[in-house]
């Protein structure tokens, strides 16, 4: 179960059941890959954290919820999204919803439950 929340006093929320291609927990390294002349190239690790997590989600939404994630969508920067991982705010990177198929995905700001 996933449920996306605004922030500001719209109080707009939607509720709904994420498929199994849903991907929560994917993190990405800060890492920056020079070349180098001879055809190497050098490898700098700056770390992770929370604010470098994508959340990609996969759904079946009803056309209301379809319609109030369009909502949330057009008229809201930071959201607060909670499921099985925790509760976070952030952002909608990217979204795309076609006849109830639902592709989202989610940028973390902050980790609310550590």
């Keep these: 179960m996933?449920?996306?929340?605004?922030?500001?006093?719209?109080?707009?929320?939607?509720?709904?059941?994420e498929d199994v291609n849903t991907k929560l927990t994917r993190q990405q390294a800060r890492?920056?890959?020079?070349?180098?002349?001879?055809?190497?190239?050098?490898?700098?690790h700056f770390g992770n954290?929370?604010?470098?997590?994508?959340?990609?989600i996969y759904a079946r939404v009803t056309e209301t919820d379809q319609e109030m994630i369009t909502t949330i969508y057009n008229n809201e920067t930071e959201i607060i999204m909670s499921c099985r991982?925790?509760?976070?705010?952030?952002?909608?990177?990217?979204?795309?919803?076609?006849?109830?198929?639902l592709y989202l995905e989610f940028q973390v700001a902050n980790d609310l439950t550590s």
């Design 49 to 56: 954290s929370e604010t470098d997590r994508i959340m990609k």
């Design 85 to 101: 991982e925790g509760v976070f705010t952030g952002y909608i990177k990217a979204y795309e919803c076609d006849n109830g198929n």
């Design 2 to 17: 996933i449920s996306i929340n605004t922030i500001t006093s719209s109080s707009n929320s939607v509720n709904f059941n």
């Design 31 to 44: 890492l920056k890959v020079t070349p180098t002349l001879d055809g190497s190239a050098v490898f700098q």
